[in-house]
């Protein structure tokens, strides 16, 4: 029987979310004619490849000698992956069980549908605004960095309907095999953050459609990241250099330098910030 969805999870050092992810996507593929699931791990230095392969025979789990960054890893199982959808998993997620089997009938429904997002709840149980978000062109990168983010967010969306998004998050991205094979896989060099954004900029402009779905998962934000380092700061802004050099590099210089000021600026802020905490501990 051909498999309908794969499932690619990128691990590092997070055992505990993912055993409750994998709870999850083991209830939720009840509900689904097929699937398959991959965790890639990114040479993690807990129990994580101790304790879990044996508690889920059905996961393939690959094993990576270094952290090869969150792009080149999900490439790596998506390349050995065959269904007709690819979703991308973050392990500190927890999906509803009717989730993956309405974002799929609804992919099914909408054959111009690229990928998908869905409704996303913070820890407190209130909703991730980055369920929803634009593309980042220096207009509106500018405003976000100004504080103001309606724009980007797609603030005036319902949550409770499907609607029509720009940039689809990479904690749960829902990917149709044949607009991937079309525009291409992750692009790796993002090593980590903005690679969802370069794919779903991507999909627009190959001409697919990319939706919000009022479906619901719980994304325990940043536990499969450590967000109080200095590599964090270093590599979120990166990300936001090389995205910016790689679709606007066709900008005037007097257009492009105010944004990349401000992208070095917010760095540096960030960093004072960091050392500031660090400082009173």
Known sequence: MAKKISIVIVSYNVRAYLDLCLQSVAAALEHVAG??????????????????????????????????????????????????????LNPDTVIEADTLSQALLFMDNHPQAGGAGVKMHNEDGTMAPESRRAIPTPWVAALKMLGMTRRYYMSHLPWDQPCRIEVISGAFCLLRRKALDRVGLLDEDFFMYGED???????????????????????YKGKSTRKSDYRYVHVFYQAMLIFFRKHYSHLSFL??????????????????????KKLHL
């Not at 965790?39 to 490849?49: A, C, G, Q």
């Not at 779903?200 to 479906?215: D, E, H, M, T, V």
């Not at 257009?255 to 500031?276: E, N, W």
Request: net charge negative; aromatic share 14%; proline share 4%.
């Open 197 to 219: 954004i370069d794919l779903s900029f991507r999909l627009l402009k190959g001409g697919w459609q990319n939706w919000y779905l009022p479906l619901d998962i719980v994304h």
């Open 255 to 276: 257009y492009a330098l105010p944004v990349k000021t401000a992208i070095y600026f917010r760095a540096f802020i960030a960093l004072i910030d960091l050392l500031r």
């Open 35 to 88: 699937g398959e699931v991959f965790v890639v791990d990114n040479d993690s230095t807990d129990d994580t490849l101790r304790v879990l392969p044996e508690k889920y025979p059905w996961v393939t789990f690959i094993r990576n000698d270094e952290n090869v960054g969150f792009a080149r890893a999900n490439n790596q199982a998506i390349r050995q992956s065959v269904a007709e959808y690819v979703l991308l």
